[in-house]
Nanobody, 118 residues
Framework: QVQLAESGGGSVHAGGSLRLSCAASGFGVGSNAMIWVRQAQGKGLEWLSGIGSDGSIYYGDSAKGRFTISKDNAKNTVYLELNNLKTEDTAMYYC????????????WGKGTLVTISS
């Protein structure tokens, strides 16, 4: 059974940092591409970053220069490090698993809430 569990969210001041984790079970993160997206209240999903099964990495404009994606195949976990956080980064952050070859996401976690105060 495939499951994704995000953690690491919380409340920090602007300029602070957080490290989000996405623990996977039922499949290997080393064999599938994984992504991070976020959704602010009242807004749509925003794609942040993806990491391929081969370790290739991609970032959306909002994540470039401040966020870093990584994975630990042995721990079967994907991470998203958030640095220099801004109030506009306040959102629910989700990880998701790719079906195959970046064809689309078939499993999603329940999310972890990040709240940034000024």
């Amino acid at each position: 059974q495939v499951q994704l569990a995000e953690s690491g969210g919380g409340s920090v001041h602007a300029g602070g940092s957080l490290r989000l984790s996405c623990a996977a079970s039922g499949f290997g993160v080393g064999s599938n591409a994984m992504i991070w997206v976020r959704q602010a209240q009242g807004k749509g999903l925003e794609w942040l970053s993806g990491i391929g099964s081969d370790g290739s990495i991609y970032y959306g404009d909002s994540a470039k220069g401040r966020f870093t994606i990584s994975k630990d195949n042995a721990k079967n976990t994907v991470y998203l490090e958030l640095n220099n956080l801004k109030t506009e980064d306040t959102a629910m952050y989700y990880c998701a698993k790719d079906k195959y070859d970046w064809s689309g996401m078939d499993y999603w976690g329940k999310g972890t809430l990040v709240t940034i105060s000024s």
